[in-house]
């Protein structure tokens, strides 16, 4: 009589980490204005009957695209977006994208998920069609 094989394990659906809370760790940062959905509206990890923007996360990385606050850097951003994150990815690595600095005055939406700040392309585009009327 032949021995039974290894014992069969059933394969077990991925974990993710979960993208509202990411979303949250993110905004909470005060160098963070908001979430950026990306140029086309692609940046975003889609749910059951809703989607969360500015942030995609797939089987390989945690992608995030965010405005940040102007008068931090680039880097400071960066660091304290990676701070807020560490243990809360389940391992993935972390992309980051800042899109947009929002400026001082700029004054934060209701939904900063999916609007954002004003970018300052946009304004710099409204201030030169003034002057030119």
Known sequence: MSSPGPPIVPVLESRLPDADRIAALVLACPRVAGLHRGRFGEVATYLPGRRVTGIRITPNEVLVHLVGRYS??????????????????????????????????????????????????????????????
């Open 72 to 133: 931090a850097t680039i880097t400071e951003i960066d660091a304290s977006v990676r701070a807020a994150l560490h243990g809360h990815t389940l391992g993935l690595p972390v992309t980051i994208v800042i899109e947009d600095l929002a400026l001082p005055g700029d004054v934060a939406p209701t939904d900063q998920v999916r609007s954002g700040p004003v970018p300052l392309s946009a304004r710099r585009d409204a201030l030169h069609e003034e002057t030119l009327s």
